[in-house]
Nanobody
Framework: QVQVVESGGGVVQPGGSLRLSCAVS????????MAWARQAPEKERERVAF???????PYPDSVKGRFSISVDDAKNTHYLNMKNLKPEDTAVYYC???????????????WGQGTQVTVSS
């Protein structure tokens, strides 16, 4: 069983910064990939950050230059670092972790419970 726990959401003013955390625990061999996605009301879920084997994929234009993903391997925790936040960044943010259950075995994907980020003056 794998647990994924998010934290760090809240209310921030436009132009402010926020860091979300995603702690992964449980029984698995290794972490294959980590990502963050967000979903605003009446909009589809949008992936905003992805990292696998130390390499990040290009960020979408909507967050490029403002968001970044970072990892603390020792803590099995990854972070979404957000700066220069805009009202349109308001959404529920979800972390996603793909683990290798055992060496050579299947990979499994787990989602966090979601954390609300509200950007408002």
């Amino acid at each position: 069983q794998v647990q994924v726990v998010e934290s760090g959401g809240g209310v921030v003013q436009p132009g402010g910064s926020l860091r979300l955390s995603c702690a992964v625990s449980g029984r698995f061999s290794s972490i294959y990939a980590m990502a963050w996605a967000r979903q605003a009301p009446e909009k589809e879920r949008e992936r905003v950050a992805f990292i696998s084997n130390g390499e990040t994929r290009p960020y979408p234009d909507s967050v490029k230059g403002r968001f970044s993903i970072s990892v603390d391997d020792a803590k099995n925790t990854h972070y979404l670092n957000m700066k220069n936040l805009k009202p349109e960044d308001t959404a529920v943010y979800y972390c996603n972790t793909v683990v290798q259950v055992r060496p050579g075995g299947p990979r499994e994907s787990y989602w966090g419970q979601g954390t609300q980020v509200t950007v408002s003056s």
